[in-house]
């Protein structure tokens, strides 16, 4: 059974940090891109950044650009996100995601073939 188990979310102030997890588990994850979306109340989830397997390439949404960096172990099967200089607009529930094969760079949810369920994180001014 595939799994993706976020980890790393919370409460947090304006301008801090927090390092998010995935820990992917269940088949291998050789080759597959792995990405964050996020979630805020009353909004569609939307794309945050993914990485490819092999060569590391990255690829961000411009409102995170410059503030959040996405990388990986392949060898323990995790991803993480680190978020930095978090902005109430932040908070939302982040999702992990891999995504098997496609188009570079996957940025719209159709592209991933499994999910997690989600770490929140919230940001008060």
């Known amino acids: 059974q595939v799994q993706l188990v976020e980890s790393g979310g919370g409460l947090v102030q304006a301008g801090g940090s927090l390092r998010l997890s995935c820990a992917a588990s269940?088949?291998?994850?050789?080759?597959?891109?792995m990405g964050w979306f996020r979630q805020a109340p009353g909004k569609e989830r939307e794309f945050v950044a993914v990485?490819?397997?092999?060569?590391?390439?990255?690829y961000y949404a411009d409102s995170v650009k410059g503030r959040f960096t996405i990388s990986r172990d392949n060898a323990e099967n995790t991803v993480t996100l680190q978020v930095a200089g978090l902005k109430p607009e932040d908070t939302a529930t982040y999702y992990c995601?891999?995504?098997?094969?496609?188009?570079?760079?996957?940025?719209?949810?159709?592209?991933?073939?499994?999910w997690g369920q989600g770490t929140q994180v919230t940001v008060s001014s």
């Open positions: 995601a891999a995504q098997s094969r496609g188009s570079w760079p996957p940025t719209e949810e159709w592209q991933y073939d499994y």
């Open positions: 269940g088949r291998t994850f050789i080759g597959f891109r």
């Open positions: 990485i490819r397997y092999s060569t590391l390439s990255t």
